[in-house]
């Protein structure tokens, strides 16, 4: 019995280093994984759809198919996106098994990859010392999301012995520049602003551009295509694939 295909679902966005970054994650799953069927695809504003990679899928004889959302946060788009997207799919192509695992989320691990990002950023700007650091985010009207973000920030903090405060770029405060400047008030100078993003974007250059304005010393990209971002896919990927086995 064939193993289930893999979809990696993106939200999308209208700016290209987005998709880019997509497709070279799930090339690292590829990498990583190269039994399995993987496709990506996105919820809105790029392409490929989700129709189009579920039809292509159906067309290639899979009838079992797991989705990861890549998406940081339990919010919105993963409590009501994702579903209508899942069950629409599978309302058109009968005998088709979908299964949605739960999202990326804010592993632990992800700060080691928050760390490389930072110190790649602190090297690009000749930055040796810090005092305070901010972590970045999408932001949600969710307060829950956010209240995962803060969590992280704090375990972060604690990693570095350094005040960390959650920041967000949209739906709730503060924004990262304000975050920067309750910093500069307290008399801290070396700021820096970890960008908690999957990839590149509209809301991540915002981000960063408030930071910068504000007086941060330096910001960090996106997580990106790590490793440890594939591995996590593949890990949820397993726990829906096993959801699909019938009892």
Do not use: C
């Not at 590829?30 to 990679?53: G, N, Q, V, W």
């Not at 299964?99 to 592993?107: F, I, K, M, N, P």
């Not at 990209?221 to 699909?244: D, F, K, M, Q, W």
Request: avoid cysteine.
């Amino acid at each position: 019995m064939a193993a289930p295909a893999l979809v990696a679902l993106a939200h999308g966005s209208r700016d290209p280093r987005s998709a880019a970054t997509v497709k070279a994650l799930v090339e690292e799953v590829r990498r990583m994984r190269p039994d399995l069927r993987i496709d990506h695809a996105f919820l809105d504003l790029a392409k490929p759809s989700f129709t189009t990679t579920v039809d292509k899928l159906v067309r290639a004889g899979h009838d079992e198919i797991v989705v990861v959302p890549l998406l940081l946060t339990e919010a919105y788009h993963a409590k009501v996106d994702v579903p209508e997207a899942v069950a629409e799919a599978m309302s058109r192509h009968a005998g088709l098994q979908i299964r949605a695992t739960s999202v990326l989320g804010l592993e632990s691990t992800f700060l080691d990859v928050l760390d490389i990002r930072m110190r790649e950023a602190l090297k690009e700007s000749r930055v040796r010392e810090l005092d305070a650091l901010v972590l970045a985010s999408a932001g949600s009207s969710d307060p829950l999301a956010n209240q995962s973000v803060a969590r992280l920030a704090r375990l972060w903090g604690a990693r570095h012995k350094l005040p960390v405060t959650a920041a967000f770029a949209s739906a709730a405060p503060p924004a990262t520049g304000e975050a920067v400047r309750q910093f500069r008030a307290q008399g801290r100078r070396h700021i820096a602003v970890a960008s908690l993003f999957l990839a590149p974007g509209f809301l991540p250059d915002r981000a960063a551009e408030l930071a910068l304005e504000a007086g941060a010393v330096a910001v960090s990209e996106p997580l990106g295509a790590h490793p440890e971002v594939a591995r996590t896919i593949l890990a949820r990927y397993a726990v829906g694939a096993v959801e699909l086995v019938p009892v």
